[in-house]
């Protein structure tokens, strides 16, 4: 098999952006706050999407795939504590949208996609059940949606928008960053440019 010398994804890589967002003037109602966001959030996602296509390419085997994900998933969601609260606020939407996108990768690993539905049913789904409090059918029909955009479905954020916010709307927001990933695995590169 081919894994990268490190995985996929290294601790230095996700320690040079906590450095940059300890460094930053952040502020929440500014595009470049939600730009971080994006850019360190989709860098993750790239790193999930390469382990998901090395095990798709059968260059992986599953424990191996599934193992390399594990690796990705303790780096990057570790607890943080930041004196500045907007990046406080940074990382945990970040972290709270890539555990839907390690959970659908690993779902998608062990138990392939979620029956043949219209993604937009299964995050529908997730929304009536956050509607209804019960977070863990939220979760699980989110994990599903995201099997199917690993399968090759496409998800419209847009979908998003008519959503209160909260978990759901974190969670689709990580499978967008992951759908991203899988239809252009490019290199966020880690100074913005």
């Not at 996929?8 to 706050?33: M, Q």
Request: with cysteine; glycine share 6%; net charge negative.
């Amino acid at each position: 098999m081919s894994t990268p010398p490190g995985g996929f994804y290294s601790e230095e890589r996700w320690n040079n952006w906590i450095e940059r967002l300890r460094e930053e003037d952040l502020d929440p109602e500014e595009e470049t706050f939600l730009d971080l966001q994006m850019n360190l959030q989709d860098d993750v996602a790239i790193a999930i999407a390469k382990a998901v296509s090395a095990y798709e390419d059968e260059k992986l085997e599953d424990e191996d795939a599934l193992e390399q994900l594990a690796d990705i998933r303790e780096v990057v969601l570790r607890e943080l504590e930041f004196e500045d609260e907007a990046a406080e606020v940074l990382i945990d939407e970040v972290q709270t949208s890539l555990v839907c996108a390690f959970a659908s990768a690993e779902e998608f690993i062990v138990g392939g996609p979620a029956e043949e539905a219209p993604v937009e049913e299964y995050v529908h789904a997730a929304a009536d059940a956050e509607a209804e409090e019960d977070l863990d059918s939220a979760f699980a029909f989110c994990v599903a949606a995201g099997t199917r955009i690993i399968a090759g479905d496409d998800l419209d954020l847009g979908i998003a928008d008519d959503f209160e916010f909260g978990h759901v709307a974190v969670w689709v927001n990580g499978l967008d960053s992951l759908q991203r990933a899988l239809s252009d695995p490019e290199v966020v590169e880690e100074d913005g440019e």
